[in-house]
């Protein structure tokens, strides 16, 4: 597949659709021209994902990105929500999730940590991502993230969406009693030195119930809904493959 940018014909691989969870600071500007769902305060965006090719034929391994516009990309109106179902499975099977103790994340400075199998530490605190550590809490919402969550926390967690790149996750018998605390945390971290305001997700902590498999706000046991903005439109779109 090629395109043309200015004066330079770009080939890459064919496309594929693909969804990420929008930084907090993103413009209402910005999400009105595109399609995107709300889940609690974050913003899941769809991007056409494809990497570049050299002149060669050759796959270049930096991966490109167009943000899908209300535009159109073809005849099928697509529905953000179902859009969503074959975007997630597209995004996890390229991506899948990654589960890493603090202490691994740690002595690792978060580098080649797509080999290491998770160990829990004494902290009882993992960091869920994909293996590149790359935009990674929509892993969150992935299909098999639920089974991997219960088969490591059979009693359930509380869920930090500590950046776009991460959710941390704390062990819910090892932090129960120190949950208004634990509802401070994202806060300070994201008024932290190490996370830049583009990177910022979310100020709300989540809970995952392992028994009843469902996510809600901590301390709460109504599950959290996948929602079309209140503003939304149709857009066209085809498979690009």
Known sequence: ???????????????????????????????????????????????????????????I?????????????????????EGFGYAIRMTEEKKPPHLVS?????????????HISYKEDRNHIAFLSNQEFSNGAISLFYEGTKELLSRHFPDGCYILPS????VMLLSKPHYLYRLNEVKYLPQDINGGR???????????????HARERIISYAGEMTEIKMKRPKKWEKVQWADPR
């Open 1 to 59: 597949m090629q395109f043309i940018r200015g004066n330079e014909i770009i080939r890459c691989t064919s496309p594929t659709l693909e969804c990420s969870i929008a930084g907090k600071n993103i413009s209402d500007t910005d999400l009105s021209g595109r399609p995107h769902l709300v889940y609690s305060d974050m913003n899941i965006v769809f991007e056409f994902v494809f990497q570049q090719k050299d002149r060669f034929g050759k796959e």
């Open 61 to 81: 391994m930096e991966e490109c990105k167009i943000a899908i516009r209300n535009e159109g990309f073809g005849s099928r109106a697509l529905d953000p929500l």
């Open 102 to 114: 603090m202490t691994q994340a740690i002595s690792n400075e978060k580098k080649n940590l797509k």
């Open 163 to 166: 950046s776009v790149h991460e």
């Open 194 to 208: 190490n996370i830049t305001q583009g990177e910022v997700l979310s100020d709300r902590v989540l809970e995952y």
